[in-house]
C-alpha cells in the first residue's frame, strides 16, 4: 500500500504564497520561447498543505528524471480564472494548470489554451486509456461548424454513489435499488417500516447542495437539461424525475438535508442510504477524525458502517447511457506556455507517476485514464492500493475489497455532466452556478404537480439561455 507524503515547511509557505492571484502570477513562467525551458509552473486547486507537499514530491520525481524543475503554486479555482486572464494579457501564463472540466473549457472558448499540445499528449499516452465521457468533458464543440476541439487532457475527479446499510435494507425487505425510481421507493419503505431516514441527500430549496441533489437525480432518472440547444426540461421524463426527488426528499424524518447533514446522518445511523461523493469511503472506515462514525454501534466496532455498507455506483437510466454526477479535473496548457516541457511533465504524472498523484486525495482524486494498452486496468488497481483518508492506514481494496475498486472505475467512466462536450456546456455551468433549478424546489415540496414544476424549471433556464 502507497501512502501519502506528508506536510513540509516548504508546502505551508507555498499555500501562504499561493492564496492570492497576485502571488501566482509573481512565481509563474516567462513567457514561452523557442528556447528549452529548465523549469515550469504549475497551477494546482489542491491547496492544503498535506496536499501541496504531496504535488511537491510529485514534481520533484519528475525534476530528478528529467532536470526539469517545476514549481508548485496552490491556486483557487476562482483565482486560476482570473489570474489566467490576467496573465495572458501580459505574456506571463503559467505552463501547466490542473483545473475542473468547465473551466478549461471556457478558456478554450476564449482562445487561452494551447489545444494542439492537449491532443498531441493524448494521441501520445492513446485516447482508448482514457474514459470516454472525460473527454468528452473536455472537449469543446463549434456551435457554427460542429467542429470539436479537445482543451486539456483529463486527469481524475470523483463521483456520487449510493451508499447504503446492508443490515437496514434487508430488515426492512428491501432489495438494493439499482435505478432512481427504485432508490425512491426503497427510501419510502424504510422510512414506513424502520421509522428512520430512508435517503438522505441535499435537499434545501435554493442552496448549492440542493442544486447538486437535484442534478445528480435527473441526470440518472434520463431527464436532460437541453439538447441541441432546445431547452428539454419539460419533458416527461423530467416530470418524473421530480416526482422521485420529491419522494427521497419526503423520506427524510429530519427534514432538509445539506450536504454536511445528509453525511452525519448516514454516519449517526439515523438514515438507511446516502447519496454522496466518493469522499465518504474514508470516513466509513473511520479513517478521517474530523469526521468519525457515531452510529450506536460505532462506539464498541468504530468499522461497523464499513463492514455494514454496500455502494451503488452506477444507476440503471431507464434508458440510454448512464450519466453519474461527478466532477473531473484535467492539465491544461495554456498558450504561450512552454509546451514542450508541459506536455513532458503531464506524461509523467499520467504515467509514472499517476499513483503517487491519485495518492494526493485518494478518495476523491479517483484515476480518469485506468491503463496503459498493455495493462488496461494498471492505475484503477494502483488507486485501489493507495491509503486513503487522513490516516492513510488501509487502502480501498483492503477496507471494501477489490470489488468496490472496479465498480469505482465504472462510476468514474458514467460521470456524464449536462451540456458537456456540446455548445450547451456554457448555459448548463450558468443553470449549476446560478442555483436555477433548486430555486424551484419549494413548489415540489408544498405538492405542486412535479410536470408543473418542471415547466417553470424549463421557463427559467429559457429565460438564462435567451440572457447569454
Known amino acids: 500500500m502507497q501512502r501519502r507524503t506528508r506536510p513540509s515547511a516548504r508546502s505551508s509557505a507555498a499555500v501562504a504564497l499561493g492564496v492570492a492571484a497576485a502571488a501566482a502570477l509573481a512565481a509563474c513562467g516567462a513567457p514561452a520561447s523557442d528556447e528549452p525551458a529548465d523549469s515550469i509552473t504549475l497551477w494546482t486547486p489542491q491547496t492544503t498543505p498535506e496536499r501541496v507537499a504531496a504535488q511537491e514530491a510529485v514534481a520533484e520525481k519528475f525534476t530528478q528524471e528529467t532536470g526539469i524543475d517545476v514549481e508548485v503554486v496552490p491556486l ?14 501580459s505574456g506571463e501564463v503559467p505552463d501547466v494548470i490542473l483545473a475542473g472540466a468547465s473551466q478549461v473549457t471556457a478558456w478554450q472558448a476564449q482562445g487561452l489554451l494551447d489545444t494542439d499540445t492537449a491532443q498531441a499528449t493524448v494521441d501520445a499516452l492513446d485516447p482508448a486509456t482514457f474514459s470516454e465521457n472525460a473527454l468528452g468533458a473536455v472537449t469543446v464543440q463549434d456551435a ?39 432508490l ?42 437541453v439538447t441541441d440547444g432546445e431547452v428539454t426540461l419539460d419533458s416527461p421524463e423530467c416530470a418524473e424525475a421530480a ?18 447533514s445528509a453525511r452525519a446522518a448516514y454516519l449517526a445511523g439515523d438514515a438507511a442510504m446516502l447519496l454522496f461523493s466518493t469522499h465518504i469511503l474514508d470516513e466509513l472506515a473511520n479513517l478521517d477524525e474530523a469526521v468519525p462514525p457515531t452510529c450506536p454501534e460505532c462506539s464498541d466496532d468504530p468499522e461497523f458502517l464499513a463492514e455494514h ?67 488496461p486496468t494498471e492505475f484503477l488497481d494502483a488507486w485501489g492500493d493507495l491509503g486513503f483518508g487522513p490516516k492513510v492506514e488501509s487502502s480501498v481494496a483492503e477496507v471494501y475489497g477489490p470489488e468496490l475498486v472496479t465498480a469505482m472505475g ?32 419549494e413548489p415540489l415540496y408544498r405538492g405542486t404537480d412535479p410536470a408543473e414544476v418542471t415547466r417553470r424549471m424549463a421557463a427559467e433556464v429559457t429565460a438564462l439561455q435567451q440572457d447569454q
Open 76 to 89: 483557487a479555482a476562482a483565482d486560476q480564472d482570473q489570474a489566467l486572464v490576467t496573465g495572458a494579457a
Open 309 to 375: 455498507s454496500g455502494f451503488v455506483t452506477v444507476l440503471d437510466p431507464p434508458s440510454g447511457e448512464p450519466a453519474q454526477f461527478g466532477a473531473t479535473l484535467a492539465y491544461a496548457v495554456p498558450a504561450r506556455a512552454h509546451a514542450t516541457e508541459a506536455r513532458r511533465y503531464i506524461e509523467y504524472v499520467l504515467g509514472e507517476g499517476y499513483a503517487d498523484t491519485l495518492a494526493v486525495a485518494t478518495e476523491g482524486r479517483l484515476p480518469l485514464r485506468t491503463g496503459t494498452p498493455e495493462n
Open 144 to 182: 457554427d461548424t460542429g467542429e470539436s476541439t479537445l482543451a486539456a487532457v483529463p486527469s481524475d475527479g470523483w463521483v456520487h454513489l449510493v451508499a447504503y446499510r446492508t443490515d437496514l435494507l434487508e430488515e426492512a425487505g428491501v432489495e438494493v435499488p439499482t435505478t432512481v425510481a427504485e
Open 410 to 441: 465504472e462510476g468514474m467512466a458514467a460521470v456524464d455532466r449536462w451540456g458537456q462536450g456540446t455548445p450547451d456546456a456554457t448555459l448548463a455551468g450558468l443553470v449549476a452556478t446560478q442555483g436555477t433549478l433548486a430555486q424551484q424546489l
Open 184 to 225: 425512491a421507493e426503497a427510501a419510502t419503505t424504510v422510512k414506513d417500516e424502520l421509522g428512520i431516514t430512508g435517503i438522505a441527500l441535499g435537499t434545501q430549496a435554493g442552496t448549492a447542495s440542493g442544486t447538486e441533489g437535484v442534478e445528480s437525480v435527473f441526470q440518472s432518472a434520463g431527464c436532460s437539461l
Open 243 to 260: 416526482e422521485h426527488f420529491a419522494t427521497m426528499r419526503d423520506s427524510s424524518v429530519a427534514g432538509d438535508h445539506d450536504v454536511e
